[in-house]
């Protein structure tokens, strides 16, 4: 059966008598994608979107970009091997060359790379196994807001703790510290000040031998939080994380699955901040639309035995070679100095919004990066921050840019951040669509449920 002739309905209800019930994004992006090209999918009754999930953030030149494309064909027309495990291939090592050549050359210089399994989460296994074995010890460093993840390490160190909470057993010796979440500041001061207290009390942790922590293996974080609500670290507190870490000799671990290549503006978002780490881990966008996920690491950690990670899809050569043709394409386009401009542009949309109601009580972000907190004004609320958020009017706002032909995702506290990830090929014309439809989305919801609040 090609099911090319079925409706979205007949194919979302098959999909939801055979796929499990761990299913997200079809329970409230209700369609089944027939085409795709750049930023827009066509679902199979004909209706088109803006897509600003975009694969969560790893299409970074969008659908079927011709490059990619090419590259893929040449590949396969020419007999090129498919799936080598970690052995060799020209196209692999092609794939190297335009990864470390995206890299600063201060990290790259000495760079070792580990190709893991297909997703993400892997990485930061890796990541966690590395630092373990080349220290010899055990506790880990995170975040709170944090997400690396659905494995077990890697679910460990989530912040969100309903999808923890059914599952005894996770990785031991994680230990949450606050993260500088200016809107929700956990030290109830937010600013500078705020994102100050938080690097003190991480220093004040580490040096008092009564708090708790044995000998850490390592510290890892993301510069800015994605599915914690598109949140972006000062870059003050990630220069003060990298000296207190480096000067007590504990591994700085950034994940840039999502922000990494040109995403937030430059093309790793640790180079806002100007310090360098010492493991990296990379996925979504370094493959071209493929699985692909790498760590790359200071190659003084490179204390593994043989074997001591693996992988039987380590060795998906078609994603090298649509790696490598993405990377080439950001690297000659600059593409994060676009992510910059456009993302510039939509966020003075998305404050303009902002400014017409008083849901919106938060818009942040970097480059291509961006959210919008939903809150609710009038309700009482004791947390962290002015407000409560509001995940409901978030929820309904997705419903409503997806009506009017906009796709997004939702993230941080309560799901209340309506979050954009769009491909970084994405226009200044189509950042002024998009914001239009989203505008409009925002002001439907709010005069549904407050018909005096006037938006234009």
């Known amino acids: ?42 679902d199979m009754d004909g209706n088109e979107y803006y897509d600003c999930l975009a694969g969560a953030g790893t299409l970074a030149l969008g659908h079927n970009h011709p490059r990619v494309v090419e590259a893929m064909e040449d590949a396969l027309e020419a007999s090129r091997p498919i799936h080598t495990l970690d052995i060799s291939t020209p196209a692999k090592e092609r794939f190297v060359d335009s ?12 760079a070792k790379i580990q190709f893991c399994s297909p997703a993400g989460t892997d990485a930061v296994e890796a990541a966690l196994k590395l630092v373990k074995t080349a220290t010899g010890n055990r506790s880990i460093l995170g975040f709170q807001g944090a997400y690396h993840g659905m494995t077990s390490g890697s679910l460990a160190l989530m912040g969100d703790t309903e999808a923890k909470a059914p599952l005894p057993g996770l990785m031991d010796d994680v230990h949450h510290l606050p993260y500088p979440y200016d809107y929700r500041c956990p030290f109830g001061v937010g600013g500078e000040r ?4 938080a690097s003190d009390y991480v220093e004040n942790l580490l040096d008092d031998d ?3 922590i044995t000998e850490p293996a390592g510290l890892i974080l993301e510069p800015v939080q994605g599915e914690g609500g598109a949140i972006p670290a000062p870059d003050p507190w990630l220069r003060e994380i990298r000296r207190i870490t480096r000067e007590r000799e504990i591994p700085l671990i950034l994940d840039e699955i999502q922000a990494g290549l040109g995403r937030t503006g430059e093309r790793y978002a640790f180079e806002h901040a100007g310090i360098t780490p010492d493991v990296l881990t990379l996925s979504k ?25 693996a992988g039987t899809f380590r060795g998906n050569q078609l994603a090298m070679v649509a790696g490598e043709a993405t990377i080439d394409y950001v690297l000659e386009h600059d593409l994060d100095d676009h992510a910059a401009e456009v993302g510039a542009r939509l966020r003075d949309h998305l404050d303009a919004t902002g400014e017409r109601i008083d849901a919106v009580g938060d818009v942040r972000g970097r480059g291509l990066m961006l959210g919008v907190e939903f809150v609710d004004p009038d309700a009482d609320w004791q947390g962290a921050g002015p407000h409560a958020p509001d995940g409901e009017f978030a929820e309904a706002v ?7 032909g906009l796709i997004i995702e939702l993230g941080g506290r309560a799901s209340a951040t309506a979050r954009f990830l769009p491909p970084l090929t994405v226009t200044a014309t189509q950042i002024d669509e998009i914001a239009a439809i989203f505008a409009e989305a ?8 407050n018909p005096t609040e006037v938006a234009a």
């Open 285 to 309: 966008a370094i493959g071209g639309g493929l699985p692909l996920s790498v760590v790359v690491y200071d190659e003084s950690l490179d204390a593994w035995e043989p074997g001591a990670h």
């Open 442 to 449: 925002v002001a439907a919801v709010a005069a549904e449920e």
């Open 1 to 42: 059966m090609t099911y090319l002739e079925h409706g979205n309905g007949a194919i979302l209800s098959q999909q939801a008598r055979r796929e499990s019930n761990a299913r997200t994004y079809p329970r409230y992006l209700p369609l089944a994608i027939r085409e795709a090209e750049g930023i827009t999918v066509t």
């Open 210 to 212: 009564e708090g708790g």
């Open 194 to 197: 705020g994102h100050e207290i």
């Open 99 to 110: 990864l470390f050549a995206s890299l600063p050359d201060e990290f790259s210089d000495r």
């Open 398 to 404: 997705q419903a409503e840019c997806f009506d009017r």
